[in-house]
């Protein structure tokens, strides 16, 4: 392990500042969280989880290639040769990896769209960055690294070719919000909407409220910052700051005046709509009233207000409204995210990715709008609603009743603690499984909406 050691001229001492360690990374531009994946000349970073210590594994990491390892352990630093400093202690690694990817964010004098929200938050920004991409060179969000570790691996991604980014922050606990933005340093910020989820981790629905409301606190003390604001959701309405700006958008005929404005054409089973900028934006130009119309590939007309918050982005960066439409209409939904499969059997209204309470009413309620008929539901709990689990399950449970399905199916113990002998009750997906190899729905439309835990998005194919 000596030579090891010595292969390197550089001399770093163990304990280094943000500064110094971002002018290593920019000598070693690659950081690998993961010893399986080590790339000739890289640095790894030791995270911690509730399973597993990277510490234990940045020697290997050393040996498979990486130039230097950042550690948390003091431990394994005081039990090892260190006379090139390739082994770099720190008090926390994670808050380390978080204060290199800022000071990585801050070379790069672009505008950063934070984006939170309980529903819709990964649709919008996929939304977003497709509207975007039609002007600029974007960096977006890939998948749902939403959270701490995340957030910092995308603003790792930014290079000099970016000419705007887009972050999705995603919480669960108080105050997650609050750390990531301190992170990602958005200069503009858009929060979906407010529901009821996680409220395992966040307590009560008030500090879901005040956590995604972080974002906003975040864009007011910074200062000359601006909001997109869904101007008919009176929560978000109610927690802005006086002192930034906002590009409202709406779908309520009452809002049209200085919104952007949009409205649903239809929606069985894909969403048609059309819309049109706000009477200031109009002024500006000398335009008179124009609609536009887009048939996408979304389902659920709940989807209008992510379509009107990435038409507002567009707008606001000068992307031509013509080209607006055809990066809306030409998006296709992916990741088990209401989307449309048709088999040889049966048409499956997916959305298995997650689920809330309010997530589940929205479904559940476009699911009514569409004709298609016979129909049927299979849902998968909610998780992590903490005491109110029980409550929302039931009101759940109480709009099936309201529905006229030909089939409901529920899956997971939360749903078969509610009293409800006229719906078909399954401890998990296996027993789901094991009932459609002997039973094959044929001709149905079937919405299958589950939290990702749960695990139905097993069963489009079998299906």
């Not at 050691?5 to 000598?27: A, N, V």
């Not at 890939?142 to 000099?160: A, E, S």
């Not at 689920?355 to 909610?382: H, T, V, W, Y």
């Amino acid at each position: 392990m000596r030579s090891l050691f010595r292969s390197f001229t550089h001399h770093y001492s163990s304990y280094m500042t943000i500064k110094e360690l971002y002018q290593l990374y920019k000598e070693h531009p690659c950081i690998t969280t993961d010893s399986r994946n080590c790339p000739e000349g890289s640095i790894f970073l030791a995270l911690k989880g509730d399973t597993f210590d990277g510490n234990k594994f940045a020697i290997a990491a050393l040996e498979k290639g990486c130039s230097y390892a950042i550690i948390d352990n003091k431990e394994i630093l005081e039990s090892q040769e260190n006379p090139d400093g390739r082994l770099i202690c720190v008090d926390d690694s994670l808050q380390t990896f978080k204060a290199l990817a800022r000071e990585h964010r801050r070379q790069f004098h672009i505008p950063v769209i934070g984006i939170t929200g309980t529903n819709g938050k990964t649709t919008t920004k996929e939304l977003i960055a497709a509207v975007l991409q039609k002007k600029y060179n974007v960096l977006f969000t890939q998948g749902n690294f939403n959270n701490d570790v995340g957030v910092p691996k995308t603003l790792f991604r930014l290079t000099d070719e970016h000419e705007i980014a887009v972050i999705e922050m995603g919480a669960s606990h108080p105050g997650d919000i609050k750390t990531l933005a301190e992170t990602a340093e958005p200069t503009c910020g858009l929060i979906t909407n407010v529901g009821r989820a996680h409220l395992q981790g966040f307590g009560s629905f008030k500090n879901v409220v005040k956590t995604k409301g972080e974002l906003y606190d975040y864009l007011g003390r910074r200062g000359e910052s601006l909001v997109f604001l869904n101007a008919d959701n009176e929560r978000l309405v109610d927690i802005l700051p006086d002192n930034v700006w906002v590009a409202p958008y709406s779908t309520n005929p009452d809002n049209v005046e200085g919104c952007t404005y949009g409205e649903i054409i239809g929606c069985d089973p894909f969403l048609k709509f059309r819309w049109r900028e706000s009477d200031s934006n109009l002024e500006d130009k000398g335009e008179e009233v124009k609609w536009y119309e887009v048939q996408t590939h979304l389902i659920g007309a709940y989807n209008i207000d992510n379509l009107m918050a990435a038409i507002a982005v567009g707008l606001n960066f000068a992307v031509d409204p013509c080209l607006i439409c055809e990066a809306l209409a030409d998006y296709v939904p992916s990741n088990n995210r209401s989307q449309l499969t048709i088999t040889a059997h049966n048409r499956l209204i997916v959305d298995a990715y997650n689920a809330n309470p309010s997530s589940m009413r929205a479904a559940l309620e476009n699911f009514q709008l569409i004709e298609s008929k016979p129909k049927m539901a299979i849902l998968g709990d909610m998780r992590e609603l903490g005491n109110s689990s029980h409550k929302e399950h039931q009101k759940t449970v109480d709009q099936l009743r309201q529905m006229e399905l030909d089939k409901v199916w529920l899956v997971g113990d939360e749903f078969a603690a509610i009293d409800s002998p006229e719906f078909r009750k399954f401890h998990d997906v296996d027993e789901v499984k094991a009932v459609l190899a002997q039973e094959q729905p044929q001709g149905y439309c079937i919405l299958i909406k589950g939290s990702n835990s749960t695990k139905l998005y097993q069963l489009p194919e079998l299906l």
